[in-house]
């Protein structure tokens, strides 16, 4: 849900970065965390397990700029992937403004894909939402490695609407701010729409 | 379809910030929080240093998201409070609707007077944001005519 703020002019909005387990979800966050200037970033919070696993979310709040005299931030989650983990992807979905899948672009993790793009679908409906309907972008993450899948395969099985979709490698950023803009452009112009 | 913005007016700010002052004075807190239960900070008041308030806030509503499942499971409805007490600092969230309202306090103060003066603003804050909440709806349908004004290039120009 997007906090507007007239007392302070703000816009408050919350995007949630979701996919299958090692995907790269967090790797988007942390490059985004990285690249960004201190004074328009708060601190990347991971609750995190010992081997750093996604145990409940990253959170961090980007702040991007005005928009007609409205500070507009942008707070940034990733789910947990692990399938065991649904409790959690459920709770952090409420409230979201806008959503990026990212996929694991290796032949072997097609299915974990799928898998993960279905229980995307189902946890946005049981909170009352529609993929049909939010702002949405894909993004085809690890495409630097030798076993990807064709990008044409990967977005027959993974496409749902005529969402945005990105070739991405997030280790070294490629990708990374062209889905982060477009999922907020998104949002932004949802809100105009009203 | 994402949900209706929130939307909160100056006015309506304002009397946050002063119900929040008031159970900091009344609970002899060292600040008071208020969030919503997706993670969005609404206000806060009192010394809060250099916490990140953003991060506070959202880690404050996982945290009640994540016992409030818990509650589910064991056969309870919802946890109304949550408390954690430190050593020296210790954090005491009271459920009000879709908000948090959130003390921290130390040794100046004790719990039972945290837990009963927040249960008296309950009632003040819950009416608020009962308040805000119906408010939003119309003033989403008003607000449109400011926000319809941003153009494609006010949005590209936050990512130039």
Redesign the interface.
């Known amino acids: ?8 002019r703000e816009i ?1 909005c ?1 995007i949630v970065y979701y996919g299958p387990g090692l995907c790269g979800k967090t790797t988007n966050l942390q490059y985004i965390y990285d690249s960004t200037a201190p004074q328009a970033k ?2 990347l ?1 991971s ?1 995190a397990t010992e081997t750093d696993r996604t145990l ?2 990253d ?1 961090m ?1 980007l702040e ?2 005005t ?2 005299g409205f500070k ?2 942008f ?1 940034l ?1 990733t789910v947990p992937g692990q399938v065991y983990y649904d ?2 992807r459920k ?2 979905l ?5 959503v990026v899948f990212v996929a694991d672009s290796q032949d072997e993790r097609m299915d974990a894909n799928i898998e993960s793009l279905y229980n995307l679908e189902e946890n946005l409906q049981s909170q009352g ?2 993929l049909a ?3 949405y972008v894909l993004q085809l993450n690890k495409r630097d490695l030798p076993n990807v899948t064709p990008m044409d395969e990967l977005t027959q099985e993974l496409l749902r609407k005529d969402e945005p979709v990105f070739e991405a490698v997030a280790t070294t950023g490629t990708g990374v ?1 062209d889905t982060l ?1 477009a999922v ?2 998104q ?8 | 379809m994402a949900d209706t913005p929130f939307i909160i007016q100056e006015h309506q700010f304002q009397r946050i910030k002063g119900i929040l002052a008031r159970v900091c004075v009344e609970c002899a807190a060292r600040a008071v929080f208020l969030v919503d239960r997706d993670g969005q900070p609404i206000a806060f008041h009192g010394d809060i240093g250099d916490m990140d308030t953003t991060s506070f806030a959202s880690l404050a509503a996982g945290n009640v998201a994540a016992t409030s499942s818990m509650a589910k499971l064991i056969g309870e409805d919802v946890f109304p409070a949550v408390v954690h007490e430190g050593e020296h600092e210790s954090i005491y969230i009271s459920v009000i609707g879709r908000s948090l309202l959130v003390v921290v306090f130390d040794e100046r103060s004790t719990l039972g007077l945290v837990k009963i003066r927040t249960k008296r603003a309950s009632h003040d804050v819950a009416n608020l944001l009962d308040e805000m909440s119906r408010e939003s709806v119309v003033q989403a349908a008003a607000s449109n005519t400011f926000f319809s004004e941003i153009t494609d290039e006010d949005i590209d120009s936050l990512f130039s």
């Open positions: 849900m997007t906090f507007i703020n007239y007392a302070s408050n919350k708060g601190k919070i609750l409940f979310f959170f709040p991007l700029g928009v007609r507009t931030r707070h989650y409790a959690s709770l952090i409420k409230g979201v403004d806008g939402y529609d309907t939010i702002p701010f803009k907020a452009k949002v932004l112009t949802e809100l105009r729409k009203g």
